[in-house]
């Protein structure tokens, strides 16, 4: 689950990577807590967690004007797990540690492979929303994000019922054709490969 509002992110992100110290602060207070609590489950140490998420945040300002982020939350989480396996390998492990370490699940090549899948699939439905007039895609969102149904829609933006569906119909042939574009794209891409 998201911490803050994808629009919220976006915003505080462009003001920080300008340089403005408030919009840092911000993202600092509303993912510190987060990320730390992830450091100290993995170190198991809560000195070492700070340190290695103060290192990561204290990264993330001095080269904030050439990163090239494109999901700020993954990256961090990302920056907080490679920061701990780094610490861990470079010092010397304790019982506790190894035990931590028998105990996380590694993702298989096929996992990353479906998540890779996954975040291509919401990549391609959110750039297809984009696309679409902004009454389409509150529409879209109140029914599949908030699962509102058509009736409440109606309600709650004062239009017909048929509207809505109208309206979700359009939605989803947009996410369609975009979704089959992107694997005939990728079909194509693949025997290219094999030709090669």
Known sequence: MSVTEPKTNKLLLTEFKKGNKKAFRK???L??????I???????DE???KDIVQDIWLNLWQKRENWDIKNFEAYIFRSVSYGCFK???DNKLKTTHLQVIDSLELLSE???ENQHNLDQTRFI???SLTELPPRCQQIFRLSRMEAASNEEIAQRLGISKRSVENQMSIALKSIRQNLRVAQSSLTSLFILILLL
Do not use: C, G, Q, T
């Open 110 to 112: 096929s996992n990353v």
């Open 87 to 89: 610490y861990l390998r």
């Open 47 to 49: 000195d070492i967690a």
């Open 125 to 127: 439905i959110e750039k």
């Open 27 to 29: 993202l600092f207070e």
């Open 31 to 36: 993912f510190w807590e987060p990320m730390f």
């Open 38 to 44: 992830n450091a100290k489950s993995i170190v198991l």
